[in-house]
């Protein structure tokens, strides 16, 4: 007896689902930019002493480029052209300033008899006067925040000392004069054309007034500092 014969039924393949890209490794480069950001959020106030330590301490133990995009989701643009940089991706300048203000006061230190200091991670504002009368003033600018391209800083000394300290990588000018006294600035000339550029007015009567770079010391510096302190 013959057998009926069926046609046999396609055989239907089930489709293959396309596979997830990689992730992307995070380089030193996009963990830095990231610290950058939040630096200058924890600066602004956006972000309190703790937030930005656990942040900092999320940036350093991140491993892909995915990890470190939600720590800075939160924040305002940074990038020149009005857009943050997300990671991976350079920004198109190095410096990023925050919109100068004009009629903001000028930081006065004053030292009579006495010594002042200004030093470690501090916003340096448009202009500084400062005035040593028999007294000393150390103003270090080798870890500050520039809010702004142009810092101007006005120095009297009468018989005292006003000794300022700047990163390698700015550019330094100045303009004085000392009676019985000294004043002196090392020209700087920053390769990067958008840095920051300190002015140092000053006069001096047996007294001092100097500016120089600290040898080894650039505004990037403080990502590695950041990583020294937070122990990543």
């Known amino acids: 007896m013959d057998l009926e014969k069926h046609p046999q039924k396609p055989v239907t393949q089930k489709p293959v689902a396309p596979a997830e890209p990689p992730a992307i490794r995070a380089s030193d480069a996009d963990r830095d930019r990231i610290a950058d950001i939040l630096r200058e959020a924890l600066a602004e106030g956006r972000l309190d002493a703790e937030e930005h330590a656990e942040r ?3 940036v350093y133990r991140a491993k892909t480029v995915a990890e470190l995009e939600p720590l800075v989701r939160d924040l305002p643009v940074t990038g020149a052209d009005g857009r943050r940089a997300a990671p991976g991706e350079s920004s198109s300048g190095s410096y990023k300033y925050g919109p100068e203000d004009p009629s903001a006061p000028a930081e006065n230190l004053v030292a009579i ?6 030093k470690g991670r501090w916003r340096i504002g448009r202009k500084t006067n400062a005035f040593a009368l028999f007294g000393n003033i150390e103003i270090d600018l080798t870890e500050a925040l520039f809010g702004q ?25 100045g303009n004085g004069t000392g009676i019985f006294g000294n004043f002196e600035v ?31 010391k650039f505004i990037a510096d403080l990502r590695n500092q950041l990583r020294k302190h937070f122990g990543h």
């Open 186 to 216: 090392l020209t700087l000339e920053a390769e990067e054309q958008d840095a920051p550029t300190v002015i140092v007015n000053g006069y001096s009567v047996f007294g001092n007034v100097e500016a120089k770079p600290k040898r080894g």
């Open 56 to 58: 900092i301490d999320s």
């Open 149 to 173: 391209r142009t810092t101007v800083i006005n120095a009297t000394s009468i018989f005292g000392n006003v000794e300022i300290t700047v990163p390698e990588n700015i550019s330094l000018r």
């Open 113 to 118: 008899f006495s010594s002042s200091t200004r």
